[in-house]
């Protein structure tokens, strides 16, 4: 694991955590969020980066959501099965944001940001559940995010998940797409293939920085105690 110095320079002071969602639709405010799945990132002490710990849940559809028939046929995701071992909302996320947490106190940064393909989609269908379960220590920056499909497509010349991933020299099993932890996964090692292939631009970028006096802008740092 990476010095705390180098984790806070390396995304000036965000920690990057991939998050893929599954959904009963396309609509954020109105459409069930049925599985989430966290990725940390880890920052070596070269710098380099690597896909860490997966934490993943199956939850259970909010009162009054919307689920389309046709996100469902896409995700193969049946929410009522006896076998489902979804839980709610609220505690997806509490205990989601409770290992964020300890992943950002240990890299030594000061608040998480997301990463996902397509990940505008996913940020509003996480903003939108925070927001309805009313929890007050979300680590996620509100707005900003990396998106893999934008650093994809510069750097590999796909925006599509499957072959950019292949691209990069990981297999891809069409069986286990749509499913939140696998999407999850292979976008973070997606996202640390692209970063890692920049290696030596942001060693460069840090060099010159430092050279030129620049003090870095980390973002504030965030209540990390463990009550939710």
């Not at 069409?174 to 939140?180: D, L």
Request: hydrophobic fraction near 45%; charged fraction near 25%; proline fraction near 4%.
């Amino acid at each position: 694991m990476a010095s705390s110095d180098l984790a806070s320079r390396r995304f000036r002071g965000f920690l990057p955590i991939v998050i893929d969602v599954e959904t009963g639709g396309f609509h954020a405010r109105t459409d069930a969020l049925l599985e989430i799945a966290a990725v940390i990132i880890e920052i070596e002490n070269s710098g380099r980066v690597r896909r860490g710990a997966t934490h993943a849940f199956h939850v259970k559809p909010f009162e009054g959501s919307r689920l389309d028939p046709v996100s469902l046929e896409v995700n193969g995701i049946d929410p009522w099965h006896p076998l489902r071992p979804a839980i709610d909302e609220t505690d997806a996320l509490q205990r989601l944001f409770r290992e964020i947490r300890t992943a950002i106190r240990a890299q030594g940064c000061r608040r998480a940001i997301l990463v996902g393909h397509n990940a505008a989609f996913d940020l509003a269908f996480l903003n939108a559940a925070v927001e309805r379960t009313a929890l007050k220590r979300n680590p996620f920056h509100p707005f900003s995010c990396f998106d893999t499909a934008t650093l994809a497509g510069a750097a590999l010349g796909q925006t599509v998940l499957a072959r950019a991933v292949q691209l990069a020299g990981f297999e891809w099993d069409n069986r286990s797409a749509h499913s939140a932890k696998y999407d999850a996964e292979r976008t973070a090692d997606l996202f640390c293939h692209i970063c890692n292939s920049m290696q030596e631009s942001f060693v460069r970028a840090d060099e010159k920085a430092r050279a030129l006096g620049w003090k870095d802008g980390a973002p504030a740092p965030l209540d990390l105690s463990e009550a939710d």
